[in-house]
């Protein structure tokens, strides 16, 4: 089962948008910005102290996840600018790097004797994230020099983790390496770094004690157990993605039916009993972690943009690594992408959101932040930049690469996969499938394919219709080659949580095909006093806004102030009927700072 | 306007068999706690560094809290034991009284160089508890040693804060001192504690900028302001009702039109925005404060049981001190009475809460706990003692002394109120009243005066009725003297909250009578699953459970879990029906820990 962002052409739709937006705007902000905040320029490795802008330990992986963004966009247009940013950041690189391979900037320039003494301190995941976009550009560009100074830096890293062992810990604190060496070795051929990588997910969990002390808890840093025993989601919610991506890929690798398992039960724990209606994971800032299950309150949850994406990449893994084939992945990734990961930009494509909440309530926060300074919400708008700009390439990288998700070749059945709906073309030189539709405003998909194809039928979905028959195995129809044309119900409906999300009960969640949608406040007055018609989803009047995207209008009821007024009166339960406005999740926060539900009561 | 326990003899019914528990358990319960923690041993003022039990700054006022509702009980019965208790306190007392009056063991023992330095260190608070006590044991035996006690520490308090001003701050950090001294003055007829009283009255607020740093903020300790100016309640709730009613006192004794108008306004501000259904005040743990309005967080509801009883001082001192002989006074009294007092005491008298918490669920604060470091929740069953232990004295004052706030005698009117329903006789040797009634069980109340009275029209009840004509005026119905059967409507009712308290949206508490009720897990699983029928409540079983009161059955719903399963799914609001046992509030949490709510759903 293979996929390739490089085959595939998107032509049209929110996925070509949002790759535009990237190309055109959010590529150049991000890049802007870490020019601003001392990034860039700290590649040429020459701070001193008392010179503004000193270094963070992980500055190289912001920049290096921008990098790999940018060789995703150099492999479909020619930029001499682009690339020569890319090539400054190489040269710096290669100029400081050490005679030993080594390149960190924080501890070439800062802490030179701290050099691979802390676990938490992210060299492995810099040099990672370094890797994969080495990896990026030698496959965008077939250029190899970023690749082979960073095979240097591996031989380093071998030697100093495998070899010498003389660090004090064995398994990097952020995983992020594992998933590069394995992109290293599918890349070169290289065996080495398929050991590499299987020696730093195999290490994790082994008792090591000075593993498990990373902010006090072992879980956080998901050193609790061994790999294989790993079957519930816990701590630093990106690492642990990062972490199952990898594992993914080592099972994929070693044929390792026990690490599928743990993988598919982790998915399992993650998507049925810790991940928000809109995709997002990691429901508290106290380590950006999971938490207990169905423990996902709606005002204050983390739901860091980062983890979507994450999400993304583990999904999309396991949906390879499978062999039962399941559209859950896809659909997971579908959630991921329309919600929980968009939500991270903004419309404009310059602004970031980093914690991605469920529901704001202005007054409330504001209430609870004058008097009880113990609590902590995500901010309201997006900013430019953060100190800890993890999140905005990531969305960069992402948005240079969407073709990933959207379809996959599968060798042993000879099936080109469906698994995203855009206006794009899939040809990897063998086989062209074309899918033409304006998803996810209809659920009208045309394909015309030359080669047998199979379409997701999105979990969400209430009827998948098509004008040609087809076989229904675990969420795919499995078509012949030819030209088809299916048919998705996009009738907006309502749904709740389980019964587990206690603070949900009642309250209701409007959905319309892969977009969640919120109410904002700024189209909906005393937003918390209102409530859906049970009933009225499916009549909701759909309307495009050009910025927005698809908004609904649904019928209501708003909550009356009790008759008799004062603070309490006898149960007085008076509405007067009302419209509730919506826009997508990923829309919200695009009007000024304003109220924000997704979750509604209803009635 | 007068009250006074002494005139009021309870017959029967709730209110004496919370006095009897008190005078045969809990008085003597926390006089064994207190002298098991060395309070009572702290009075011998020999502790030297290296022994256990080093006194703390505030043990002066909970043993003298324990000595005030002494002196009510042993107004009542010969106890010579407890006298010999009380006695032996006043001995250590006068024997370690400086020369100049000064007592206070933590300064005289722990940091004698830092007597009256630190506003936040209770010197003032004990002394005012001290003189309430030294007042009381007066009054109740006419045995006035430890009344001139406390005059001679007067005496030096004056030297100190009014004469020579050697102290660093000008009023006391937790106001009680300005009560007490209000007590001196009624009790001794002397202008001079008047005076005082009024000074650290008057005094607060007024720009001491030593003053307003406490705890960092000037309204935690109500310096915010002079009194006339404060309209908004505000800081730790305690030292608040404390404060109020002073103020409320020093009104009646100048004839301030302008101070009471700001206590009406805190009272307003208070019972239409800061309250809970259960007359729980102060909504956080952080300064044990008030918040904003409508901050009522059920969950983490702080609502100390101390704060309850400071309302019934300050709301009973506004009755007598507002001549518009307002109900909502005596309603105040009522509520916080049989809830948010009473739930501060187990039902077998030895036990007790200093946080209210208008919800449990134990899941919840389970995985909260187990993942947010930051959350802090009240505890779920009472103890024997708390370190900061002022509740337990303040309920055996508390429990000592209603008869204060059952009956008043209005002289310009001549008439004898009667605010609390309990069987009963008023007797001030003019005047004899004598109330038969088995309230709260039911609402009948049989009333035979000899003088005109006045009867409470409670503010929660839809239907008052009386078999002789009356006036009804400002919630009261007056009466020619006679014998009267009043009867109040105490069908069970639902009540919500005023919108602003947006938590509770959707949900209903309920009532009957006086009574708030509370559901627990202990007799309904799966509580948060729970709803009530919203027009079931007026049929509700009522039974009587010996220890927990009178109980109540209603037909409610329970939510079933989503058909499809899952974390989430298309709304599927399926219920099944149930019965919802209610117990009063104040009852909760004598059966072992279980979930509990005051607040469910309704549909």
């Known amino acids: 089962m293979k996929t390739n962002y490089r085959n595939v052409t998107l032509l049209g739709g929110y996925f070509k948008e949002k790759e535009l937006l990237n190309r055109s705007v959010t ?34 992986s912001d920049v290096a996840k921008w990098m790999e963004g940018a060789a995703y966009v150099l492999s479909r247009e020619n930029n001499t600018d682009l690339q020569n940013k890319v090539e400054h950041l190489i040269d710096e690189i290669e100029r400081n790097q050490g005679e030993d391979g080594y390149f960190n900037i924080y501890f070439t320039v800062c802490e030179p004797d701290k050099r691979f003494t802390n676990r938490d301190w992210h060299e492995l995941y810099c040099a990672g994230h370094l890797m994969e976009a080495a990896v990026a550009y030698y496959e965008a560009t077939g250029r190899d020099r970023f690749l082979r100074i960073m095979e240097k830096y591996a031989d380093y890293i071998e030697k100093v983790f495998m070899i010498d062992k003389s660090a004090p810990y064995e398994t990097p604190g952020h995983e992020e390496i594992e998933l590069a060496l394995y992109r290293m070795y599918t890349c070169t051929g290289k065996d080495k770094y398929l050991r ?28 609790h157990l061994p ?132 529901e704001i309530y202005l007054d409330e926060r504001r209430r609870i932040i004058s008097t009880h300074d113990h609590e902590r919400f995500p901010i309201t708008q ?16 992402l948005l240079a690469s969407l073709g990933e998700y959207i379809y996959a070749y599968d060798e042993e059945r000879d099936t080109v996969f469906i698994n995203q709906f855009a206006e794009s073309v899939y040809d990897d030189g063998e086989r062209r499938v074309k899918v033409s539709t304006v998803y996810p405003e209809d659920g009208v998909i045309r394909i015309e394919s030359d080669t047998p194809f199979a379409v997701r039928m999105p979990g969400w979905c209430k009827s998948f219709g098509a004008d040609k028959p087809y076989r229904a195995e675990n969420g795919y129809a499995y078509f ?124």
Chains 1, 2 share one sequence.
């Open 27 to 60: 590529l150049a902000a991000v890049y802007d910005r870490f020019s601003e905040s001392g990034r860039i320029r700290a590649f040429s490795c020459d701070w001193k102290e008392g010179m503004p802008d000193r270094p963070h330990f992980f500055w190289d």
């Open 480 to 603: 012949e080659k030819g030209t088809v044309t299916v048919t998705l119900d996009m009738t907006p409906y309502l749904v709740n949580a389980s019964l587990g999300v206690v603070r949900n009960i009642g309250k209701a969640a409007l959905r319309r095909g892969p977009i969640v949608y919120c109410a904002e406040g700024v189209d909906n007055p005393a937003l918390f006093t209102r409530y859906f018609d049970k009933t009225a989803a499916r009549n909701a009047v759909v309307s495009k806004d050009e910025r927005l995207g698809i908004c609904l209008s649904v019928k209501g009821y708003r909550r009356l102030e009790n008759v008799k007024g004062g603070l309490y009166a006898p149960l007085d339960e008076a509405f007067e009927d009302c419209e509730i406005k919506l826009i997508p999740y990923a829309s919200f926060a695009n009007r000024g700072e304003s109220d924000m539900a997704v979750y509604l009561f209803y009635r």
């Open 196 to 223: 590499m990588m299987a020696h730093f997910l195999e290490r994790r969990g082994q008792s090591d004690n000075h593993e498990a002390q990373i902010f006090g808890a072992a879980r956080y840093a998901q050193s």
């Open 227 to 358: 790999i294989r025993q790993q079957k519930e989601a816990f701590g630093h919610s990106v690492r642990a993605m990062y972490l199952y991506a990898g594992m993914t890929d080592l099972a994929v690798a070693k044929k390792d039916d026990e690490l599928l398992d743990a993988c598919r039960a982790l998915f399992e724990d993650v998507t049925k009993k810790k991940m928000y209606i809109t995709g997002g994971i990691g429901s508290t800032c106290m380590g950006e972690a999971f938490t207990a299950a169905y423990d996902l309150p709606n005002n204050t949850a983390y739901t860091e943009t980062c983890a979507s994406i994450g999400m993304m990449f583990f999904a999309n893994r396991l949906f390879k690594a499978d062999p039962m084939r399941d559209s859950r992945y896809a659909d997971a990734v579908e959630l991921e992408f329309f919600n929980g990961a968009m939500s991270g930009l903004s419309l404009d494509g310059e602004c970031f959101f980093y914690e991605n909440p469920l």
């Open 382 to 397: 997006r900013p430019k930049m953060f100190g800890c700009s993890c999140c905005p390439p990531n969305i960069v990288r």
